[in-house]
């Protein structure tokens, strides 16, 4: 069974900052997703990586994917308080049949 | 080209009675998903399905819940004699198939609440 595992679940920092959250998985997979979710909200796609190496940035966000290591991160570089929502990874299984989710890291960027 | 459109967005009902989410998924698309949000929880698959067919219901819970995507009109997931913890947000998701590269996207939600 596919396990997702984000950490840290509570994140809390000053604006201006920089941080990363982790995202582990236990099996191989073909597709990485990074979701913001405001409370109430649907789900906001950031970023899918695909493929071992993959690096991809929008504004203070910039995501990666190590393969091997079943590692991804979620960089965010001089956070500001618009940043503030909770960040879900979602890796596709094998099967490409469904996404698991990770718990989610809800981040606060204090002014 | 409209996105995944669910509704209600936001659903009450009392405890006993029935609730029906409706997912119509993006054009060209044949490929559904179900998820479901608890409170303060990350999202847990549901149910997959294609046109006709149940895929993988490996999420669903044993008893009061069902899901179907008929031939014609959107996916529906209906949920009999709602209890208290069924109180959540529940999304619908397509995508073009399982293939590798084919994206998932994600309606809006309906939120329900069971009182």
């Known amino acids: 069974e596919l396990k997702v595992e984000q950490n840290p679940l509570f994140l809390s920092m000053q604006e201006g900052k920089n941080y990363t959250i982790y995202c582990n998985y236990s099996?191989?997979?073909?597709?990485l997703y990074w979701y913001r979710q405001d409370p109430g909200k649907s789900l906001e796609s950031l970023f899918v990586?695909?493929?071992?190496?993959a690096v991809k940035q929008e504004g203070r966000l910039m995501a990666s994917l190590d393969t091997k290591a079943r590692l991804s991160t979620l960089h965010i570089t001089a956070a500001v308080h618009d940043l503030s929502a909770t960040y879900f990874c979602?890796?596709?299984?094998?099967?490409?049949?469904?996404?698991?989710f990770g718990e989610g890291t809800q981040l606060t960027v204090n002014p | 080209n409209a996105g995944v459109m669910q509704n209600p967005r936001h659903l009450v009902r009392r405890r006993g009675q029935e609730a029906r989410l409706r997912c119509s998924p993006m054009?060209?698309?044949?490929?559904v998903y179900w998820y479901r949000q608890l409170p303060e929880e990350g999202l847990k698959f549901m149910v997959y399905?294609?046109?006709?067919?149940?895929?993988?219901e490996s999420g669903m819970p044993k008893e009061r819940f069902s899901a179907e995507f008929p031939k014609e009109g959107p996916s529906i997931l209906r949920i009999q004699q709602v209890v208290r913890g069924d109180s959540a947000a529940y999304f619908c998701?397509?995508?073009?198939?399982?293939?590798?590269?084919?994206?998932?996207?994600f309606g809006e939600g309906s939120w329900l609440t069971v009182v």
């Open positions: 979602a890796v596709d299984g094998a099967s490409g049949s469904r996404l698991t």
């Open positions: 399905l294609q046109k006709e067919n149940i895929i993988d």
């Open positions: 054009k060209g698309h044949s490929h």
């Open positions: 990586l695909l493929s071992n190496g």
């Open positions: 998701a397509s995508s073009l198939g399982p293939a590798s590269g084919n994206t998932i996207y």
């Open positions: 099996t191989t997979s073909d597709r």
